[in-house]
């Protein structure tokens, strides 16, 4: 069987389970045979324990069963939600899957652009994969370019565009836009990483890539007429929760480092968005809209 329909076939499993309160073996081949999963054969009880075995493995996604009613169901539903690798090759293959099946209607679907950079990726996960350090060649903006031996941590994606998280040699860490790349080369040279260091956890008190060392802070923001729906269904940092609301309004509390990136991304609401607290922290934001007004 081709890669492609296995994991078609995973992804049909976890999204049979998700929007059910849990289904029995027979219940679920019903409705694999109904939606023609494997040319309408029935879903045998060993196929069905090697893909539950593979959803594990690929996604972190675990399926129990409940010793009473004999219903699976997907036990840890937060891996579904989180920023993972897993969550994200989830929701990749399922959109290709339903693209797959939707040929007809390709001119019809518009996506954004690929992610900057790609050209690198396979160089940096191989390096990633076996500890090894890359020399890199590096151009900013604007600047002169550069050639540096870097220790890979991760990469994010952040925006349509792909970012290295690396360690140099004076031990400080570095962030690195892969299409600002000018060569990523593998080296013989082995590193090792932390065994405490996680960058889920690096990231954690930040929006985007910036880390800067800007201090954390409790921010307080209301969201003005529709932008608190956009809020609530697609939540600006982890740390998101909804404080008050009111006619038109609605309060947002954020524990976070307010960089750059995370101004950005509450200006790009223009008037829907307004900061209340810290009180510096509206300051420099009317000073931003200020300068940019200047601007007009």
């Not at 494997?38 to 539950?52: E, K, T, V, Y």
């Not at 209607?105 to 994969?129: F, S």
Request: net charge neutral; with cysteine; charged share 25%.
């Amino acid at each position: 069987m081709k890669p492609a329909m296995i994991f078609r076939q995973y992804i049909w499993i976890i999204n049979a389970l998700r929007s059910s309160r849990g289904l029995t073996l027979e219940e679920l081949s019903q409705r694999w045979q109904q939606d023609g999963v494997a040319d309408g054969n029935a879903l045998a009880r060993s196929s069905f324990n090697r893909h539950r075995d593979a959803i594990l493995d690929m996604f972190g996604i675990i399926i129990d069963c409940h010793p009473k009613t004999y219903r699976y169901y997907i036990s840890n539903p937060h891996a579904l939600c989180d920023d993972s690798i897993e969550r994200w090759l989830f929701s990749t293959l399922t959109v290709h899957g339903v693209l797959t099946d939707s040929a007809s209607i390709k001119e019809r679907v518009i996506l954004e652009n690929v992610p900057a950079g790609e050209q690198y990726l396979d160089t940096i996960i191989r390096a990633i994969r076996t500890s090894r350090r890359l020399h890199i060649g590096y151009r900013k903006f604007h600047a002169e370019g550069y050639e540096r031996t870097v220790s890979p941590y991760a990469l994010k994606l952040f925006h349509q565009r792909w970012y290295l998280l690396a360690r140099i040699d004076d031990g400080q860490m570095r962030i690195y836009a892969l299409d600002r790349m000018t060569a990523a080369v593998l080296t013989d040279e082995p590193f090792t990483m932390p065994p405490d260091f996680q960058p889920q956890a690096y990231f954690a008190e930040y929006y985007g890539v910036l880390t800067d060392g800007t201090p954390l802070a409790h921010v307080v923001v209301r969201a003005h007429r529709w932008t608190p729906d956009y809020l609530r269904t697609l939540p600006l940092h982890h740390s998101q929760r909804e404080l008050a609301s009111g006619p038109g309004y609605a309060d947002f509390g954020y524990d976070i480092r307010p960089t750059a990136d995370f101004l950005g991304q509450l200006l790009s609401h223009g008037d829907g968005i307004e900061v209340l607290e810290p009180v510096e922290l509206r300051e420099k934001m009317r000073q931003m809209l200020a300068d940019s007004l200047k601007r007009y």
